[in-house]
């Protein structure tokens, strides 16, 4: 039997997604908020504000009907921006039928909370762990709808819900991997953004690999950090939701948070930034969320610390690098 799919969420991001699903034999519907973009997708197949010259695969439908997307769909996915889902999510929980599998490909801690995905998601709801899945990994988008190569992690505490929803999203050109840790999965994809923002910033300002380099590195080890003191996996760290998503986000010019850092660090303001730039960057709303989640858990993260010094403190990137790097040396694996 054709696997049922609900996609909340016609961005890049959950339009590759929905693509990925219907590559793979399951039947989609895509919630779109606008009536003109759903009757686009429904008539032209394709996505005008996003991918205009891709053409969708037909087992894609479009509705602005929460009851009529999420319908008797297996799993309902999730592609909004982190700091609209509680509410969101409050308006479309009375449409979701009480044995799907909510599924998160949002990469944010919501702000005045600290609470990841799944918590907000758990808190709205009320689902229990099984019901809760994340997927996270290096997976630009912009990439993905040109079907080339990418994995990606899909993690729930529930190990044959992950396998479940592996099968529904495996194609010859996605291949997911299994994970338990829902957690380090999310810490990983939040944090990456965070970093991403800084790796953006020093290219912005003219510096090299080296710089980059470092700032990667030891933005790997600040997520770890967190991680475990979360809970999480430290292996996760290594994997694709880690290591991967991040070296993804930091070295391509396709990442929303590296390129909104590089403008930046060319001198440009937050506000003409975002002015400039019609998607979002989960790493400039969430990097405040990410440093008060690191807090609450007594975790140092002094790049995390620069970058909202910078977005939300408006301190000059050249001040707020030199003052990370005049910070007292100490061992590595601190």
Known sequence: MTTRIAVFGGGSWGTAFAMILADAGCRVTLWGRRPDLVDAVNRT????????????????????????????AEFVVLAVPSQTLRANLTRWAPA????????????????????????VIAEVTGAGPRRIAVVSGPNLAPEIVRRQPA????????????????????????????????VGCEIGGAVKNVIGLAVGIAGGLGLGDNTKASLITRGLAETTRLGLAMGADPLSFAGLAGMGDLVATCS???????????????????????????????????????????????VEMPIAEMVVDIVRGGKSPQVAVKELMARSAKPERR
């Open 151 to 182: 994995a990606s992690v899909v993690a729930c505490r529930d190990e044959e819900v992950a396998r479940r929803l592996q099968g529904a999203c495996h194609t010859g050109y996605y291949r997911p991997y299994t994970n338990t840790d829902v």
């Open 45 to 72: 197949g394709r996505n005008p504000d996003y991918f205009p010259d891709i053409p969708l695969p037909t087992g894609i439908t479009a509705t602005t009907d929460p009851t009529e997307a999420a319908g008797d």
């Open 96 to 119: 979701i039928a009480p044995d799907s599998v909510l599924v998160s490909l949002m990469k944010g801690v919501e702000l005045g909370t600290a609470k990841l995905m799944s918590q």
């Open 252 to 298: 391509s010019p396709l990442s929303r948070n590296q390129t909104f850092g590089a403008n930046l660090g060319r001198g440009m303001t937050v506000d003409e930034t975002v002015a400039a730039t019609r998607q979002t960057a989960e790493g400039v709303t969430s990097c405040e969320s990410v440093l008060d989640l690191a807090r609450r858990h007594d």
